[in-house]
């Protein structure tokens, strides 16, 4: 329990960071760009959304998950779940 409070802290402490970077120091935020969708504006109501680009699919069929991010990098290899 003590290390799952600590990853907390840890990762509030990188966004306090981040958000003084940007904020304070000048840094450029680069936001969150999905890897399967565009953003696009939608036709009927002219709101920028995001569209399925049906990349995946074309990856898929290949086996190429080069594009996709490993989700497992923060895990310690002796992590109970």
């Known amino acids: 329990m003590v290390d799952r409070s600590l990853s907390h802290l ?20 680069r936001g969150y760009e999905p890897k399967w969708f565009a953003k696009q504006s939608d036709p009927l109501t002219g709101n920028l959304i995001h569209m399925f680009t049906h990349e995946y699919w074309k990856c ?7 594009r996709c991010p490993d989700i497992f990098v923060d895990w310690p290899a002796t992590s109970q779940h």
């Open 10 to 29: 840890h990762k509030a402490s990188s966004m306090i960071a981040g958000y003084v970077l940007v904020c304070f120091v000048g840094w450029e935020y």
């Open 60 to 66: 898929k069929l290949k086996l190429d998950w080069s």
